[in-house]
């Protein structure tokens, strides 16, 4: 005879998106924004395109503008089935947006022609290779080992003239 207890379930709740939801859109900790296809499409298919901060909401906002925008950001071709991307580690990096590993935003949607990409509406990525390692400072380089070479007379064979 077998004896049941009674379980209790306590029901996990990390939301997902499948991995082709219908605006896909991801973003590195090194500031690569990935829209997918129907994201890009959505947008109007821009070249170019505007970042939008809102503080208040923890927000980001896609607006396509012409290529000749100062302030624009292109979008380059992924090569993979539409996708496009942009670099924005400078936009990140001016607005203390850190992230530990590639992440999804759940909830990306169109609102009067601006992609909404919302930071408190993110899951990680499963296509994410690693997390970013910490940063310790600028590698600093032996200069003795530089010096001890300059000092020595060139051979024959490292004579150009």
Not at 75 to 84: E, I
């Amino acid at each position: 005879m077998l004896y049941h207890m009674a379980r209790k379930w306590e029901e996990f709740y990390d939301p997902g998106t499948p991995r082709i939801a219908p605006l896909h859109v991801s973003m590195s900790p090194y500031g690569t924004i990935n829209l997918s296809r129907k994201a890009h499409e959505a947008l109007g298919r821009p070249r170019h395109v505007v970042l939008l901060w809102e503080s208040d909401t923890a927000a980001i906002g896609l607006r396509p503008v012409p290529p000749e925008t100062l302030n624009a950001f292109r979008l380059y071709d992924s090569g993979r089935s539409g996708a496009h991307r942009l670099h924005a580690l400078r936009f990140i990096t001016k607005h203390n947006i850190k992230l530990d590993r590639t992440v999804r935003f759940t909830n990306t949607h169109i609102e009067s022609g601006i992609l909404v990409l919302e930071l408190n509406k993110i899951v990680h990525s499963p296509r994410a290779v690693r997390p970013v390692p910490e940063r310790k400072g600028w590698k600093v380089k032996d200069r003795n080992n530089y010096s001890a070479i300059a000092d020595q007379e060139p051979t024959d064979s490292q004579n150009l003239g």
